[in-house]
């Protein structure tokens, strides 16, 4: 699975290698059911990329508060070790 691959898509595609691999009963009717359920429609794109956007921005604000969170442990920890040593 590649890495930028969503997880509506990678099911997407895991039905089409499945209904491509079924054997039916009559092999010389050409399935075409795949061909309307590998394509998104623009309004499913612009929801996926607004999802991954606010993912971005609520993991940026975490990523934040985590460094902010380091930054103030290492001064504390220095001013620990620079009063009682």
Same mark, same amino acid.
């Given at each position: 699975?590649?890495?930028?691959?969503?997880?509506?898509?990678?099911?997407?595609n895991k039905k089409v290698q499945e209904?491509?691999?079924k054997k039916t009963v009559n092999d010389?009717?050409?399935?075409?059911?795949?061909?309307?359920?590998?394509?998104?429609?623009?309004?499913?794109?612009?929801?996926a990329e607004t999802l991954a956007e606010?993912?971005?921005?609520?993991?940026?604000?975490?990523?934040?508060?985590? =460094? +902010?969170? /380091?930054?103030?442990?290492? $001064? =504390? +920890?220095? /001013?620990?070790?620079?009063? $009682?040593?």
């Amino acid at each position: 699975m590649p890495e930028n691959e969503t997880r509506a898509s990678y099911k997407k595609n895991k039905k089409v290698q499945e209904s491509s691999t079924k054997k039916t009963v009559n092999d010389d009717i050409e399935d075409t059911s795949f061909e309307t359920i590998d394509e998104d429609s623009p309004a499913q794109r612009y929801n996926a990329e607004t999802l991954a956007e606010e993912r971005r921005k609520s993991l940026g604000k975490r990523l934040n508060w985590t =460094i +902010v969170g /380091l930054l103030i442990a290492i $001064v =504390i +920890v220095y /001013l620990i070790l620079f009063f $009682v040593g």
